[in-house]
């Protein structure tokens, strides 16, 4: 090592020569930030290490639960997972983007998100929210809500640790309960006689691409009657719709997708 600077000089020893290959990836959309070179995902396709070996950040968020209709819960968000230094070396990699559950056409609850997987590591897709009757809200990378029919008699769905948080209940008939978010729970229906939906949970920003994003938002949960339904939590999570003459809120924003209107 040379003591005046601090730096390590390598020297090759005999006769033979390095062998050492820089590193060298293709695959997504490829960008650099500052000192980084980041590749980002939004469909499924490879990530293929032609030379080198190397550790890598990585952050997965899998496809949000779909709401349910009629005085629907809100669908809660796909799982968000954070890994850093993840070995890599030459190779190809698939990397599999999950997709968003969807709302029915007609009452009942929304279907469940798709997981997302890459380098050995899946977010789980979030939980189904419920609507047109009492039953429990999807479990999932962040729990789906509960429909506004429930009143406070079934539980919300859970949340996978470490990826999201449980959705909201329905406290009185006709406030449904907001999904879960990667940084809070979906909040709970209001109370009297025709309650607000539950915003949904809030997501968590990230850097990796520049842009600050927040991702992983639950969606809102519907009302009745001029009643306000829920926000859609910060990070993508939708609003809710409203029935007979309700106010519908908007989707959760600051995000790479941001959430749609009830």
């Not at 719709?241 to 009830?262: K, L, V, W």
Request: aromatic fraction near 6%; proline fraction near 2%; charge should be negative.
């Amino acid at each position: 090592s040379d003591a005046t600077s601090g730096a390590n000089v390598w020297t090759n020893v005999g006769t033979g020569t390095s062998n050492v290959q820089p590193y060298s990836a293709s695959g997504g959309t490829k960008t650099t930030v500052g000192s980084y070179t980041v590749h980002t995902f939004t469909s499924s396709a490879n990530y293929v290490v032609s030379t080198g070996s190397a550790n890598v950040d990585i952050l997965l968020v899998a496809g949000g639960g779909g709401a349910g209709s009629n005085l629907g819960g809100g669908g809660g968000a796909g799982g968000m997972l954070v890994q850093t230094g993840v070995a890599t070396s030459a190779g190809t990699y698939s990397i599999v983007i999950g997709g968003g559950g969807t709302a029915p056409s007609s009452a009942g609850a929304g279907s469940q998100g798709s997981n997302t997987t890459g380098l050995g590591y899946t977010a789980i897709g979030g939980g189904y929210g419920t609507g047109g009757s009492a039953t429990t809200g999807g479990s999932g990378g962040s729990g789906g809500g509960v429909s506004g029919y429930s009143g406070s008699s079934v539980a919300a769905g859970s949340g996978t640790s470490g990826q999201g948080s449980d959705g909201g209940q329905s406290l009185a008939a006709y406030g449904a309960g907001g999904g879960g978010g990667k940084n809070g729970d979906g909040v709970d229906g209001g109370t009297g006689t025709y309650p607000s939906g539950g915003n949904g949970g809030p997501g968590i920003q990230n850097n990796y691409d520049g842009n600050n994003y927040y991702y992983a938002g639950g969606g809102g949960g519907g009302s009745y009657s001029n009643a306000q339904s829920g926000n859609g939590g910060l990070g993508g999570g939708g609003g809710a719709g409203a029935e007979n003459s309700g106010t519908a809120e908007t989707g959760g924003g600051s995000a790479r997708n941001s959430g749609g209107t009830g």
